[in-house]
């Protein structure tokens, strides 16, 4: 996800990676700055997770399709759409992990914009009894970041995917 700097000292960062890394998936996954550019912070294996080693829930706020719609674009860039049966009709909600406090660590799971960076996809969002939830697709070894792939209606037509250089 892009421009997820949310806090403006380091201090502040620091506290927030360490509180964070204590919520991660049994402490399998570190919160730390990410690998791809303007990313901000991502999430990093600490040890070798397993192909469809389930990571966690996608939290926060649920919104509406009225609430979601009235969202500035700038502010979507954390929510994930979902969809929940009413009767015998499905009806769409959209869960917002903008706010830190709502939210937890699977907002920091990046997602891959570029040619090169869609090679590093190793994870996946699904739905599962109303909720979502991150896996890996494939085996990450410790120091990989997980990577996911959001479509190409996520990203911008006013971003160029010759404005991203991947990091060494």
Known sequence: MLNKQDLSNSNDLANTAQ???????????????SSLP?????AFAV?????L???GEYRG???TQEEFDQLPEDRACYVFEKQIRTGTKMKKLYVDARILKHSNWTRYVN?????????LVNTECYQYGGKL???TTKEVLPGEELIIDYGEEYWTDSEDESDVVMSD
Do not use: N
């Open 38 to 42: 303007c990313a901000g912070m991502g």
């Open 61 to 63: 706020v649920v919104l």
């Open 133 to 135: 939830w991150y896996r």
């Open 53 to 55: 080693f389930k990571l």
């Open 19 to 33: 509180r964070l890394h204590l919520e991660t998936s049994d402490r399998k996954v570190k919160i730390q700055p």
């Open 111 to 119: 997602g891959a914009k570029t040619d090169e960076q869609k090679k």
């Open 47 to 51: 040890e070798k997770l397993p192909e």
